[in-house]
C-alpha cells in the first residue's frame, strides 16, 4: 500500500498548516507491474509547486505545477506532481480541482503513474 514514498519532516508540518490549500477525501491507485494496484481511500492534500518549494525552502518543485501530497503515517508521504489539465493557477482551490470529470493523472518522483478521483464515479 505504500508505494515509493518520501520520508522529509517537513511532510508533517504541511499536513496542518497554511500550505495544504484544498483537502479532499479521494479514491487513488497507482500502476504496478501488473496494471492498477487496488484503489485507496484517503485524505489528499492539493498544493502548488511554490506553495511545496516554500515548504521545503528548496526550488526541487515546479512553481506553476499542481501537486497531490498523501501522507500514509509515520512522516511518510507521496508527492505526485499533476499532468492533468487544471484551472487552479497559482492558487489551489476546491473549484479548480473538482472540475475536472476525469479522474486526475500524474506521477510521483519515483515515475510511477497514479490516478487521483475526487468525484462520485471513478474510472
Do not use: H, P, R
Request: charged letters at 15%; aromatic letters at 14%; glycine letters at 6%.
Amino acid at each position: 500500500m505504500k508505494k515509493v514514498l518520501l520520508t522529509i519532516s517537513f511532510l508533517l508540518i504541511l499536513c496542518t498548516s497554511i500550505f495544504a490549500k484544498y483537502t479532499q477525501t479521494c479514491q487513488v491507485k497507482y500502476s504496478t507491474t501488473n496494471g492498477w494496484s487496488k484503489k485507496y481511500t484517503v485524505e489528499v492534500n492539493f498544493l502548488t509547486g511554490s506553495e511545496l518549494n516554500t515548504a521545503t525552502n528548496s526550488f526541487n518543485y515546479s512553481s506553476y505545477s499542481t501537486y497531490a501530497a498523501i501522507f500514509w503515517g509515520e512522516g511518510k508521504a507521496t508527492i505526485i506532481k499533476l499532468s492533468s489539465y487544471l484551472s487552479c493557477g497559482m492558487e489551489v482551490s476546491k473549484s479548480c480541482i473538482t472540475s475536472s470529470i476525469m479522474d486526475l493523472k500524474g506521477k510521483d518522483q519515483e515515475g510511477d503513474e497514479w490516478n487521483i478521483c475526487t468525484g462520485n464515479y471513478c474510472y
